[in-house]
């Protein structure tokens, strides 16, 4: 299971950098997402990084705000959010994508319990 921490309560514009890391095992050769929920809405896809450190597309409500990296020395992978806006208040989860056996069916798992990222106005 995934561990999220560096949330917090900031002001619009200011920043922020989510870790995400495993309390046992590696995942330096998997790709891992950041998604997030915020109040009353659905889970949204946030960005995504393979095991060699490329990223994924990042959907329009966040490009050119947000990066992600990862640090497989550290087996961790990061969400550098730069000018936070209110509406990207939401409990930030990562996830790394995981093959079914039988089906191959990818899908995303080992979801951590979040950390949360309030933006105040």
């Known amino acids: 299971q995934f561990l999220e921490s560096g949330g917090g309560l900031v002001q619009a514009g200011d920043s922020l950098r989510l870790s995400c890391t495993t309390s046992g095992g590696t995942f330096s050769s998997d790709t891992v997402a950041w998604f997030r929920q915020g109040p009353g809405k659905g889970r949204e896809y946030v960005a995504a990084?393979?095991?060699?450190?490329?990223?994924?597309y990042y959907p329009d409500s966040v490009k050119s705000r947000f990066t992600i990296s990862r640090d497989n020395a550290k087996n961790t992978v990061y969400l550098q959010m730069n000018s936070l806006k209110p509406e990207d208040t939401a409990v930030y989860y990562c996830?790394?994508?995981?093959?079914?056996?039988?089906?191959?069916?990818?899908?995303?798992?080992?979801w951590g319990q979040g950390t949360q990222v309030t933006v105040s106005s």
């Open positions: 990084i393979s095991g060699g450190g490329i990223p994924s």
């Open positions: 996830a790394v994508e995981l093959r079914e056996s039988d089906t191959g069916n990818y899908y995303w798992g080992n």
